[in-house]
């Protein structure tokens, strides 16, 4: 009994010495665990059976011997259990630490290429910005320098070809087709910083002036006073409505021979 008892003195230090030992890896706590499941069950039989005995008198003549056998054992199960919780615990404990320990390297590897590729594009979308923008906007503005020179070419037969916009000439074609997308159309840069709006196209006010009126169109569709054209139009379509309501209510009337007509004309 005292050689047992030993031994399962023995195995309690074991496991409190590894809960406190960072060194100790999850196969080893879990071999561990293993050992202390098996420990727990070989000493919860060891318990019933002490108990048992001490209940039979042919068995245990002695009962204070009997009860002390029983309570010994008892509490070398009682002990056990009590450490299974707090391996369990610190199994868990270890297994997420590896597992971190594992990931870790992947993870800083991932955010330090992110960071590289976070500042080059910083640097280099700013720095692309400040040359682009004004570009686009020297390019927008000297076009029209374009159209007004053709425009005016005069009729002889030894004028030059009429120039071609900014970015046909810079694109080497004469125009866009179907599948083609002008840059400085459907091009739309963002500024850097949060909030900064877009800095291409540039917002602009239209211009009613140029735009194309249609042959019999009301002309002040085309300036500053459009909206008047609109709110013409609404009140008259709702004269309109109130009119038509105003007729079929006449034509209800005209139709109207009073209750229970259809007896006036049978009597007739």
Avoid at 17 to 42: P, Q
Wanted: charged share 25%; glycine share 4%.
């Amino acid at each position: 009994m005292a050689t047992k008892q030993s031994n399962t003195a023995s195995f309690e230090q074991q496991i409190v010495s590894a809960l406190g030992d960072d060194a100790r890896t999850s196969t080893e706590l879990s071999t561990l665990l293993m050992r202390l499941e098996e420990a727990i069950e070989i000493a919860s039989r060891a318990a019933e059976d002490q108990r048992q005995a001490a209940l039979d008198p042919t068995l245990s003549p002695d009962a204070a011997a009997a009860r002390a056998a029983a309570d010994a054992a008892t509490l070398a199960r009682d002990r056990l259990l009590t450490l299974r919780p707090r391996l369990q615990s610190r199994l868990h404990e270890v297994v997420g630490n590896e597992a971190l320990a594992q990931w870790r390297p992947g993870y800083d590897s991932v955010k330090a290429r992110r960071d590289a590729l976070a500042t080059q594009l910083r640097d280099v979308y700013t720095a692309f910005l400040t040359t682009i923008v004004p570009l686009l906007h020297e390019i927008e503005q000297f076009d029209n320098e374009i159209t007004r020179i053709n425009n005016s070419k005069p009729q002889h037969p030894a004028s030059p070809p009429l120039l071609l916009a900014t970015e046909l000439c810079a694109r080497g074609i004469a125009g866009f087709g179907l599948n083609d997308l002008s840059v400085l159309q459907h091009l739309s840069l963002p500024g850097w910083e949060p909030h900064a709006g877009r800095l291409w196209p540039p917002n602009r006010v239209p211009d009613f002036a140029m735009i194309t009126r249609p042959p019999g169109g009301d002309s002040r569709l085309y300036g500053p006073n459009w909206w008047q054209v609109h709110e013409e139009r609404a009140a008259a379509a709702h004269a309109r409505a109130a009119q038509a309501a105003e007729e079929q209510q006449r034509q209800r009337d005209a139709n109207w021979h009073g209750p229970r007509w259809w007896e006036k004309e049978e009597r007739t």
